[in-house]
Antibody, heavy 118, light 107 residues
Framework: EVQLVQSGAEVKRPGESLKISCKGS????????IDWVRQVPGKGLEWMGI????????RYSPSFQGHVTISVDKSTSTAYLQWSSLQASDTAMYFC???????????WGQGTLVTVSS | AIQLTQSPSSLSASVGDRVTITCRAS??????LAWFQQRPGKPPKLLIS???TLESGVPSRFSGSGSGTDFTLTISSLQPEDCASYYC?????????FGGGTKVAIK
C-alpha cells in the first residue's frame, strides 16, 4: 500500500526556522515526483514545488521561489520542506503528494499544520 | 506559469440537480487537466485525470470534458456526499498550477 506520512503539527514564532517531512512507503520512492501544496485556512490549494528523488531535480512555483527549500533524503525515502525564517503568512496546512511526470497526484499525505504566531 | 480560472467560486444546488464547474487555462494544455475533490480537513482526492478519465472507485455521476483551454466537471445528479470543494489542476507544464476552487453546497 502506498503511503505518504507527514510530520506532526508545528507552532512557531515569526523568524524561526522549520523543516517538515513527508515519508513515502509502499513504492519505489526514487521514481515519483514529490509535490508540496499549501492551503491557507479557508482558502484554496497552492502548488509550491516538486522534487524528483532520483536525481534531486527541484522546481519551484514563482510564488514560493526563494522563500522555501525542498529537499530529499533517498536513504530514508523522505522529502522535506523547510523555511529559514517563518512569517505569520506561512500559517497553513501543507500537503505532500506523489505523481509521475505528466500525471496528477493520486496519493497524498495527511497534511501538516504549521502555525506561526508571536 | 499557466494560470487556471475556475468558475463559479461557489454554488448551491438541490439534491438531484446537474452541476457544472468550468476551468479555463491561460494557454493550451491539450488534455493535461485533472479534477480533485476536497472535503474539510482532508487531503484532496483525485477524481478525473487526462480531462475525462474517471479514477477507479469514483461514482459515474462525475464526468469531465474539454481540451485545449476550456474544461468542464459535471456532476449529473448531485448527492449530499458531494458537498465539498473542487479544484482543477494542469499537469501540462512541469510547474503545476491549481484553479481557485469551487465550493459546492446543498440547498
Amino acid at each position: 500500500e502506498v503511503q505518504l506520512v507527514q510530520s506532526g503539527a508545528e507552532v512557531k514564532r515569526p523568524g524561526e526556522s522549520l523543516k517538515i517531512s513527508c515519508k513515502g512507503s509502499g513504492y519505489r520512492f526514487s521514481r515519483y515526483w514529490i509535490d508540496w501544496v499549501r492551503q491557507v485556512p479557508g482558502k484554496g490549494l497552492e502548488w509550491m514545488g516538486i522534487i524528483y528523488p532520483g536525481d534531486s531535480d527541484t522546481r519551484y512555483s514563482p510564488s514560493f521561489q526563494g522563500h522555501v527549500t525542498i529537499s530529499v533524503d533517498k536513504s530514508t525515502s523522505t522529502a522535506y520542506l523547510q523555511w529559514s525564517s517563518l512569517q505569520a503568512s506561512d500559517t497553513a496546512m501543507y500537503f505532500c503528494a506523489r505523481h509521475e511526470s505528466g500525471e496528477p497526484a493520486a496519493d497524498w499525505g495527511q497534511g501538516t499544520l504549521v502555525t506561526v504566531s508571536s | 506559469a499557466i494560470q487556471l480560472t475556475q468558475s463559479p467560486s461557489s454554488l448551491s444546488a438541490s439534491v438531484g440537480d446537474r452541476v457544472t464547474i468550468t476551468c479555463r487555462a491561460s494557454q493550451g494544455i491539450s488534455s493535461a487537466l485533472a479534477w480533485f475533490q476536497q472535503r474539510p480537513g482532508k487531503p484532496p482526492k483525485l477524481l478525473i485525470s487526462d480531462a475525462s478519465t474517471l479514477e477507479s472507485g469514483v461514482p459515474s455521476r462525475f464526468s469531465g470534458s474539454g481540451s485545449g483551454t476550456d474544461f468542464t466537471l459535471t456532476i449529473s445528479s448531485l448527492q449530499p456526499e458531494d458537498c465539498a470543494s473542487y479544484y482543477c489542476q494542469q499537469v501540462n507544464s512541469v510547474l503545476l498550477t491549481f484553479g481557485g476552487g469551487t465550493k459546492v453546497a446543498i440547498k
